[in-house]
């Protein structure tokens, strides 16, 4: 056995030696694919998923009732609404808008790499980015692909947690060996259409697909290349990068998605709800009838013709008089709305996120009362933006080869700072009061960046100095008098 192996070494050399004969790498990778692609762990990933679209556990349910030998069974004449309060979606887009609503901003001494990157991470990367934000909510972890475009512009796409299983190199899943992508695809034999499984390979030299069907992974295609650049005579040389092309954005270190925090009290909203309103409809059985000498066969003749005819017949049986009473049986909708508001705050508790309707909110709040409102949707962006940032280092890398690939200079060296500008409801009277106390006290670039009406602070430094010289009474009569003295141009003239 060797000394040192990496995670897939290792674990074929334990297949090798349970088997009694070898086992190839393309064996072991459909393995590991067909345990993973039925694992707990996916089917939650796809979960979340799922429950994010609305397509919720309670669709599926049906109405019972205890049958003659003591178990349920379905019963079909009951009313059984099916509602879904989706607040899980509601809460996975407040979190993705909390830290990536907002534009991200750059910060460098050198404004001309920050032109550069602001051209290839602009507006169209931060939708990419936000997909990819609600994905890892959603499955834990979601990947960033990055390619080339028709154009030949550096892009990054998404893959969703639940299509990669990835091979890490290291126990705290930092550094990736190889990956697996798996993902289904429509294909016509014939007329018939049919939904085949692809899965591409990914390795440090390059990506293969195969199909995968009982089990077995066929190869499609031969290994490809990353990138194909064009040489001096026009010719396409395959290159690979020096980076592993799949970057993980982690909502938290452990992976865990969102739903594992809040399925059982969604799946409680969505069934109160339902029943309140099966309780509703269900008027018939509000009241609980009690006949005395119905003169008829059966309860169901009693119920069709109370139905309709709203009469029923009774008879006087040895001196007693027939009729019916009514037990009533009121549904309190006071108490499923008492319930349903604990379910919703606790939800809003444990996917840590914040009530836009907040008593908090009242009135005219401060700015401490709306911080307080956040602090646990604030301390939940925290983690994930360290995970986010580890990520950009990442992203920062394929940008800076990009840059230096096609000319545009090399910037490894350059210090970047990538500032998330949370989407966080503000005292803007009190903010704006503040700025204008400070003055004189902290920079001018400061202040401006503070400010609740500025996006960009230094292109409204630039307007405030130009709004400045072209009010500057002194100065336009400066530049008459320069053009006075110095018909024909050249340096202006000194006043000393």
């Known amino acids: 056995m060797p000394l040192f192996m990496n995670p897939i070494e290792q674990e074929l050399f334990n297949l090798r030696l349970r088997a009694g004969r070898p086992i190839t790498e393309l064996e072991f990778y459909a393995r590991e694919l067909d345990a993973w692609e039925s694992s707990p762990e996916r089917k939650e990933m796809l979960d979340g998923d799922r429950y994010y679209v609305g397509n919720h556990d309670i669709l599926r349910r049906k109405r019972t009732a205890i049958g003659p030998d003591g178990k349920l069974i379905p019963v079909e004449n009951l009313p059984n609404n099916r509602i879904v309060d989706n607040q899980y979606a509601k809460h996975v887009d407040q979190k993705a808008n909390y830290l990536l609503g907002q534009p991200i901003s750059f910060s460098c001494d050198n404004d001309g790499y920050v032109a550069e990157v602001k051209k290839i991470l602009g507006m169209k990367f931060m939708r990419t980015l936000k997909t990819a934000g609600v994905e890892c909510f959603n499955a834990g972890i979601s990947w ?57 390979l990914f390795t440090m030299d390059g990506v293969t697909t195969y199909t995968f069907e009982d089990g077995r992974l066929t190869q499609d295609t031969e290994k490809q290349s990353y990138v194909k650049a064009k040489d001096t005579r026009g010719n396409e040389k395959p290159l690979n990068w020096e980076h592993f092309p799949l970057i993980p954005i982690k909502y938290n270190a452990k992976e865990i998605p969102l739903i594992r925090r809040g399925r059982s009290l969604q799946d409680a909203i969505n069934l109160l709800q339902s ?124 940008v800076n080869t990009h840059l230096a690939n096609t000319g545009k200079g090399s910037f490894e060296s350059e210090d970047i700072t990538v500032i998330f500008n949370r989407d966080i409801l503000i005292n803007e009277s009190e903010s704006i009061d503040n700025c204008a106390k400070s003055v004189g006290i902290i920079s001018d670039e400061t202040i401006v960046a503070m400010h609740p009406w500025v996006d960009d602070p230094a292109a409204e430094l630039e307007r405030l100095e130009k709004q400045k010289e072209e009010t500057d009474p002194y100065r336009a009569a400066f530049e008459q008098a320069n053009a006075l003295r110095n018909p024909e141009g050249g340096e202006p003239v000194n006043e000393e």
Request: proline content about 3%.
């Open 144 to 200: 960033l692909y990055p390619y080339y475009n028709k154009s030949g512009e550096l892009a990054f796409r998404v893959f969703p947690g639940y299509e990669v299983l990835p091979f890490w190199a290291d126990a705290a899943h930092t550094e990736l060996d190889s990956a697996l992508r798996l993902y289904p695809v429509e294909v016509y034999y014939g007329t018939e259409k049919k939904i085949v499984k692809k899965v591409d």
């Open 275 to 398: 029943d309140f309103v099966n309780n509703m409809e269900e008027d018939v059985r509000n009241t609980v009838l009690v006949l005395k000498n119905y003169d008829g066969q059966d309860l169901g003749e009693f119920r069709r013709n109370l139905t309709t005819y709203g009469a029923i017949k009774v008879r006087t049986v040895e001196g007693t008089d027939g009729g019916v009473d009514s037990l009533e049986i009121t549904v309190n909708a006071e108490n499923y709305k008492t319930v349903l508001e604990l379910l919703k705050k606790a939800l809003i508790e444990n996917l840590r996120s914040y009530d836009a309707k907040d008593d908090r909110l009242s009135g005219t709040p401060n700015q401490m009362n709306i911080q307080s409102m956040y602090c646990d949707i604030d301390l939940d962006a925290n983690a994930m933006e360290t995970e986010l940032q580890a990520a950009f280092e990442e992203i920062l890398w394929f």
